[in-house]
């Protein structure tokens, strides 16, 4: 892939030299999985790169093995071709480096409050002693808006609220890079776009590394700011955008309706590379 400016914080003038090592590489990564049937292969010669304080969004549509990658990245799926580093080390396995947060509601633990839902994974990662571990929980469900509810059950939370405290759990073990799995995909959509709200408030506080999975083009644009377009089944990587330039206020614009329509233009090669000159975004990668 050719990239007019690969770091936008940076001019194109800027040495590479100088520019910050990526977090995340992902190198010519493909990845299979087996049905009762066939051997399928889900991804082929994915390349990218995340670096610290990105929000970084694969998206694509159904099939298109986004969230097989980030079940690679999570070290749950081992490439069968390519190589995936995070902070220059080969991904080989699970790690508290890599958190996931899922789309289930489920993936709390029902017999423990909320509380003890975020403490959990601290002490028994070995990060934390027990007392620690209360005050991460305590100052991690502050930020997410539930202290009030910290001693309560899930089975008593809406599913925006237990999204929350998955979100906490996550960021509470302080990971090198967040993997998000279309958390709030099973949200209505007033619900959802909070959730989207308060997750960039979050990044704005903490500036945490996302690795986040939609097939919501307009998700993409509102939370990301780079935006991996990965192609139907088998997932090839089609172009790389920076997004930067949307947010949640400008969702209703002219400009955001046309970069969507783009976008998915790009997603469904409707448009020839050379018939995309006008991209108004401040980036952008093809690989076709």
């Known amino acids: 892939m050719n990239a007019l400016n690969p770091h936008p914080g940076l001019s194109s003038a800027t040495p590479a030299s100088l520019a910050p090592p990526a977090l995340l590489e992902v190198d010519r990564v493909s990845l299979e999985y087996r049905t009762r049937e066939r051997i399928v292969r889900a991804t082929h010669e994915v390349s990218f790169e995340v670096d610290p304080g990105d929000r970084f969004i694969l998206l694509g549509p159904s099939g298109c093995g986004k969230s097989t990658l980030l079940k690679a990245v999570a070290g749950f799926l081992k490439p069968e071709d390519g190589e995936m580093r995070l902070a220059g080390q080969t991904i080989e396995g699970p790690g508290a480096d890599r958190i996931v947060v899922f789309q289930e509601f489920d993936q709390l633990l029902p017999w423990k409050t909320v509380k003890q839902n975020v403490m959990f994974p601290l002490p028994a990662s070995g990060s934390l002693g027990k ?40 960021l509470a073990m302080q990971p090198k890079i967040l993997l998000m799995d279309e958390p709030f995909a099973a949200l209505d959509a007033l619900t959802r776009r909070k959730m989207q709200e308060e997750l960039l408030e979050l990044w704005q506080e903490i500036r945490f590394t996302l690795l986040f999975v939609t097939h919501s083009i307009e998700e993409a644009l509102v939370v990301g700011n780079r935006i991996l377009l990965l192609s139907p089944h ?55």
Request: aromatic fraction near 10%; glycine fraction near 6%.
């Open 131 to 170: 007392s620690e571990a209360a005050e991460r929980a305590e100052l991690y469900l502050e930020k997410v808006g539930l202290a009030a509810f910290m001693n309560a059950y899930p089975h008593t939370l809406s599913g925006g609220m237990k999204a929350r405290v998955a979100i906490a759990r996550a």
């Open 234 to 288: 088998p997932g090839r990587v089609r172009a790389e955008i920076n997004s930067d330039a949307f947010d949640l206020h400008s969702s209703g614009s002219i400009a955001f309706q046309n970069a969507a329509q783009r976008i998915h233009r790009l997603l469904f090669n409707e448009q020839a590379p050379d018939a995309i000159q006008d991209f108004s975004f401040q980036d952008i990668r093809l690989s076709y």
